[in-house]
């Protein structure tokens, strides 16, 4: 690379750029109205053009500062993990039941770390769950099956 | 006198048997929660909120409240121990508190801690009561015009006393306000932003908003780092401390209590800024500045007392104005709307058994906490030994079901994880996350006050500037901007936030 950014400015305005942009795509159809009587549309854009303003601000502020700011590498294994369990526990908590869901939201969560043992966690787990039906189906009367029958 | 008829109102309703006992989940939730590195107020606070929903209004505020203040005692039990700060605000503990420690007066150090917090706590308790009812009483002059401006305020004080970028923290507010108006526009029905997703209808619930930026963004960026956790290991014998060190500390609390309290009526005071101020003016006060970071007594009591009364005038804005000073403030807004109740001025007249039990539970849950935290102190310490690699899987669990339980959808969840990701985002380029959810719990109320002000002065602009009480509000706006402008007070503010 021959040029250096200051990537953490850079990424955060661009994000701000795509979030303002997004929300004038989504409210374009919607009534702007005037100052003294507001439409729906209003405010959205009004806040979206600041925020506007802010990404390009940030995103000019990463490009031509001259300083190098790399960030910090990503590691794929805890997104992949937590993201896989808590995607587990939105699949499984209404057809599977609670305490499958919550078997598996840990089980796959142990994942995300290298220093899980699974000998520890699976024990673990079944703990957790059980206490998590008894504390919140049980105790909490959340309105949610317990099992996938 | 009407001060005492609601103390004893507030003290009615604290000492019923349910809620000392609300109270003292809370407490006990708080500390564990603030002995445990990982894992802090707002996302246990977002966790706990949907079951809140069966309880009485007073008893949901006295547990959450709890929990809010008992993280800071939790807290610094760890940092004096591990050197690890449990919580943000007892970051400064680990500098005294530690090396007390390894001189091996880890007994005294702790005590200190808890009798500093205890004292501080009583101390901002009777603040409270005295600031609350002149504060109230003027907030009902209040039009949407003054709301307008005190909101404005609000946000910007918050945004640039708490640490990081004001720039980017502003930035994160308007992103607030620009998801908080996702949904059905009250008045003309049209739906917002919904992109055709009927759970959109309502808004965003900030629940799972919280819990993605605060509770798994953390754990993800928690994971690449590897652990260090050292106990250290010495008998917890000697509690009481001597004489001489309550003596040294005594002074010092006292201080700290009274910053604390001023620092923690500001917006965005709330827990960080209170306990380096009052260690740096220690510091500063000393014959001898050299002892401090070596265990001086002193560096122990003035920053737990001001982070414990930090913790509890951070209330006043919320109960006498309906203004969240920061973002667990902004959570306990979002327990008063989930009970029904639109918080603002009106609430203190309209329902004062709540507000005074709130602030009366304080005093007994400070009573409670010391005792919690004194002879208890071994439990705590063996929480420690939980591995990290068996906690998170817990935690996430926790958040899963807290906001699944929030309305029963498995919509919140999916929205939970994409505020995860968009919350690392966050970590990975640096930014607070705490304004975005400042603006996303004010940003419909924003906007209401807006609309109308305008309405009222015809789309006329100037109103904002011709109204006194509003003037004066933005006018103090103009002034901290101002401020964090001149370079002079950009470097004492970043020296202070670094110390």
């Not at chain 2, 003035?302 to 109960?319: D, K, R, Y």
């Not at chain 2, 669990?397 to 690392?424: D, E, K, Q």
Request: aromatic residues 8%.
């Amino acid at each position: 690379m021959t040029r250096r950014f200051d990537w953490p400015d850079l990424l955060f305005g661009l994000f701000l750029i795509a979030v303002s942009a997004g929300t004038f795509a989504a409210t374009w159809r919607l009534a702007g109205g005037t100052a003294a009587d507001m439409g729906p549309g209003y405010m959205p854009r009004a806040i979206a053009l600041v925020i506007m303003g802010f990404g390009l601000f940030f995103a000019g502020r990463g490009v031509v500062r001259g300083t190098a700011l790399g960030i910090e590498r990503v590691q794929a294994r805890p997104i992949l993990g937590v993201c896989a369990s808590v995607g587990a526990f939105a699949l499984l908590v209404e057809n599977g039941g609670l305490a499958l869901a919550s078997l598996a939201c840990i089980l796959i969560a142990g994942i995300a770390s290298r220093e899980t043992r699974f000998a520890q966690l699976v024990p673990f787990g079944v703990a957790i769950a059980a206490g998590s039906v008894l504390l919140f189906v049980k105790a909490l009367s959340l309105p949610v099956p317990i099992w996938p029958w | 006198m009407e001060l005492f008829d609601n103390l004893l109102l507030g003290l009615q309703t604290a000492l019923q048997l349910n809620n000392l006992m609300y109270c003292l989940i809370g407490v006990v939730i708080g500390t564990a929660i603030g002995v445990l590195p990982g894992i802090g107020p707002i996302p246990t606070v977002a966790l706990l909120l949907p079951f809140t929903f069966g309880l009485a209004p007073a008893s949901s505020l006295i547990m959450l409240a709890g929990i809010f203040y008992g993280a800071q005692y939790g807290g610094s039990t760890t940092a004096i121990l591990v050197n690890v700060p449990g919580e943000t605000s007892s970051v400064v503990t680990c500098l005294d508190g530690h090396e007390m420690a390894k001189q091996g007066r880890a007994g005294p150090a702790l005590a200190i801690a808890a009798i500093s917090s205890f004292f501080a706590g009583t101390v901002a308790t009777i603040i409270i009561v005295l600031l609350s009812l002149p504060l109230a009483s003027l907030a009902l002059k209040f039009t949407a015009v003054e709301y307008f401006s005190l909101m404005v305020l609000g946000l910007f004080a918050a945004v640039i006393l708490a640490h990081g970028s004001v720039s980017k923290s502003l930035a994160m507010v308007f992103l607030g306000l620009l998801i908080g108006v996702v949904g059905i526009d009250v008045n003309s029905g049209a739906a917002r932003m919904t992109f055709g997703v009927p759970e959109l209808a309502d808004g965003l619930d900030f629940v799972p908003v919280a819990m993605g930026l605060f509770g798994l963004a953390e754990i993800i960026a928690n994971l690449e780092r590897p652990e260090v956790r050292q106990v250290v290991s010495q008998k917890l014998r000697d509690l009481i401390p001597s004489l001489r060190d309550l003596k040294a500390a005594f002074p010092a609390m006292v201080r700290g209590t009274f910053i604390g309290s001023a620092l923690g009526v500001l917006p965005g005071g709330g827990a960080a800024l209170p306990p380096f101020t009052a260690y740096a003016l220690e510091k500063k006060l000393a014959k001898d500045p050299s002892r401090f970071g070596k265990g001086a007594i002193e560096g122990v009591a003035a920053p737990e007392a001001a982070n414990n009364a930090g913790a509890q005038t951070s209330f006043i804005p919320l109960l006498t104005l309906g203004i969240p000073a920061n973002a667990l403030m902004a959570l306990m807004i979002g327990a008063l709307m989930m009970q029904g109740i639109q918080p603002g001025p009106q609430v203190m007249t309209e329902q004062p058994a709540l507000v005074w039990g709130v602030i009366a539970s304080m005093w007994t849950g400070n009573l409670m906490l010391l005792i919690i935290n004194l002879p208890l102190v071994g439990v705590w310490v063996s929480m420690l030994k939980i591995p990290y690699r068996l906690l998170f899987p817990a935690i996430v669990l926790f958040c899963c079901i807290g906001t699944y339980g929030i309305s029963n959808s498995v919509f919140n969840v999916w929205l939970m994880l994409g505020c995860a990701l968009v919350g690392y985002f966050f970590i990975k380029v640096g930014v607070e996350p705490a304004p975005l959810l400042l603006g996303l719990v004010l940003g419909p109320q924003l906007e209401e006050n807006f609309r109308r002000a305008m309405q009222l002065s015809d789309g006329d602009p100037s109103v904002f500037i011709t109204r006194p009480i509003s003037a004066v509000l933005l006018g103090v706006v103009v002034l901290l901007l101002a401020a964090m402008l001149s370079p002079a007070i950009l470097r004492t503010r970043k020296r202070a936030l670094a110390e």
